[in-house]
């Protein structure tokens, strides 16, 4: 099967752990890849950002990178894609004319938009998986979110007219149902984990004696709660915090954010157990969990997190906020501790007791690797997503499974066979819709 994913500002490519790059990236390239390993064909779609990039680049067997030119040749804050999204979808339409797909995946808001509007005059089944939703960021985050305006309106018309929606977690299921959304058009497929990277055995960074290591991870976003990791701090005097994810190194000293965070530290007293690593390549994010006693994952809300399962799959205990995925990969009290989210009293507690049991912290880290082999690898992640596209766009499984047929063009096709609204898929107009 040819398989087109559509990640607007995520590439697969991407150096991880700056403010747009995170687990979207690691989703789309680890997803591709399982898919290619089971047979198929995948096109990843994504906005050239550089002028040096080629216009194609094999990630792997059977994958490729389509380096599609939308706007500036330059890094640009996904916030401020949307204007763009017209070009990259008639950019699209003209490749899909050529190539035609037999499903299309788009992954996030915008990508869906796109997609969307280059696929459904070809009578290509375009299957959406958000992310993220503008309604729950908007919640949590209030005058302080920067989405486009448009963001709400154009991700219903998206749950409204894509053939099905893939969502990672339950909890992302009940907002699709709150916006409108039928529960018998939605996949409940997870994010998942490299089995082979992430183990309990193999190099761990060295620390120093006689002190517990705390390690956060991911991108540097005042909605990751790192503050309330910093604030707990304080109550734990032999525990140092690790915080990896933001900008280069060498570029710290000048990172909002990182400016913010340490001078909370400092405020608190707690500025010499508080280590700011910045942006660490993806390879050696093992060896770092490896290094700790406990890795915590604090935020607000999450879509879904792939913190945990990275720390489970190495046997490390986590902490996690009982938000959002979170609430379907740890279980609590079994494979790690749910606490609530903005509570660092609740946070600090919870870790002064784990780092004060050994024996626990083993049982916990021993049942997490148990539990993302059983569910969180990338093959039963493919294997789950293949049967969704089948279930909810009637797409081919076969490795040689034959051409779609040709269809109408959309303004003569026939009412959807999948989601029964009139005239078939809605096209999500421009970027003002």
């Known amino acids: 099967m040819r398989i087109a994913m559509v990640s607007e500002h995520a590439s697969p490519l991407a150096v991880l752990g700056g403010a747009d790059a995170g687990g ?43 380096h599609v030119d939308a706007g500036p040749a330059a890094v640009v804050p996904k916030d401020a894609l949307l204007p763009f999204m017209d070009r990259f979808a008639a950019v699209l339409h003209r490749r899909w004319r050529v190539e035609r797909p037999h499903v299309v995946h788009a992954h996030f808001w915008m990508s869906g938009r796109a997609a969307l509007a280059a696929a459904a005059p070809l009578g290509v089944p375009v299957v959406q998986t958000f992310h993220a939703l503008g309604v729950v960021k908007r919640r949590h985050q209030g005058g302080a979110d920067t989405s486009p305006p448009e963001r709400i309106a154009v991700e219903r018309r998206l749950a409204a007219g894509a053939d099905g929606i893939i969502a990672t977690c339950r909890d992302e299921v009940a907002e699709l149902v709150a916006l409108g959304t039928s529960r018998r058009r939605v996949r409940v497929v997870p994010c998942g984990v490299d089995l082979a990277r992430f183990t309990p055995t193999g190099p761990a960074e060295p620390r120093p004696p ?109 902490v996690a906020s009982a938000v959002g995925g979170h609430l379907d990969t740890v279980q609590h009290g079994a494979t790690g501790v749910l606490v609530p989210p903005r509570r660092p009293d609740a946070l600090a507690r919870t870790l002064a007791a784990l780092l004060a049991d050994d024996a626990r912290r083993v049982r916990l880290g021993t049942a997490g690797r148990a539990r993302v082999r059983r569910r969180y690898g990338w093959d039963h992640v493919a294997r789950a997503t293949l049967a969704a596209y089948a279930d909810l766009a009637g797409a081919p499984l076969g490795r040689r499974a034959p051409a779609l047929p040709a269809l109408p063009s959309r303004a003569s096709r026939p009412p959807s066979r999948r989601n029964g609204a009139a005239g078939g898929r809605r096209h999500c107009g421009g970027h003002r819709a």
């Open 210 to 318: 006689g002190r517990r290591r705390i390690v956060a991870l991911g991108r540097l976003v005042p909605r990751k709660g790192v503050d309330d990791a910093i604030a707990a701090l304080g109550a734990l005097p032999d525990a140092e915090l690790i915080v990896a994810g933001g900008p280069d190194p060498a570029a710290l000293g000048d990172d909002p954010e990182v400016t913010r965070l340490a001078a909370l530290a400092v405020r608190l007293g707690v500025a010499g157990r508080v280590v700011f690593r910045g942006r660490i390549a993806h390879d050696a994010v093992p060896a770092l969990l490896r290094s700790a006693d406990v890795a915590v994952a604090v935020p607000w809300y999450e879509p879904f997190g792939i913190v945990p399962l990275e720390a489970m799959a190495c046997g490390v205990p986590i």
């Open 24 to 66: 979207q990236n690691v989703h789309v390239a680890a997803l591709a890849a399982a898919l290619a390993g089971l047979g198929h064909t995948v096109v990843v779609h994504t906005r050239r950002d550089d002028a040096r990039l080629p216009p194609r680049v094999a990630l792997g067997p059977g994958v490729e990178i389509d």
